[in-house]
């Protein structure tokens, strides 16, 4: 069993920044993938961006590519997003997940990945 612990979130003005931490704990294996997932009131879960922890290959989605940085220290178990130049569309609820399945490119599809984390509010106001 593998947790995952979010931090990081907050308030913060437009053009500002912030920078998610998950923490991963229990079962984890440097081949898993890990993603960030985020979730506004009313919308679907979406894609962030991902990394697979063997390659440190990256993807992003095209609304925050050039703006965020997904990162990923292995030696701690914990994975980074940096968020640049924040939008008030950035508003919602940051998840953190794990993919056990060890694909080489990360998958962007919400039921590819097997652990969540519990998720920290980002608020941007304009």
């Known amino acids: 069993q593998v947790q995952l612990v979010e931090s990081g979130g907050g308030l913060v003005q437009a053009g500002g920044s912030l920078r998610l931490s998950c923490a991963a704990s229990?079962?984890?294996?440097?081949?898993?993938?890990m993603g960030w997932f985020r979730q506004a009131p009313g919308k679907e879960r979406e894609f962030v961006a991902a990394?697979?922890?063997?390659?440190?290959?990256?993807v992003y989605s095209d609304s925050v590519k050039g703006r965020f940085t997904i990162a990923s220290d292995n030696a701690k178990n914990t994975v980074l997003l940096q968020m640049n130049s924040l939008k008030p569309e950035d508003t919602a609820v940051y998840y953190c997940?794990?993919?056990?399945?060890?694909?080489?490119?990360?998958?962007?599809?919400?039921?590819?990945?097997?652990?969540w984390g519990q998720g920290t509010q980002v608020t941007v106001s304009s």
């Open positions: 997940a794990a993919d056990r399945s060890a694909r080489v490119v990360a998958s962007r599809s919400v039921f590819e990945y097997d652990y």
């Open positions: 229990g079962r984890t294996f440097s081949t898993y993938v």
């Open positions: 990394i697979t922890r063997s390659t440190g290959y990256t």
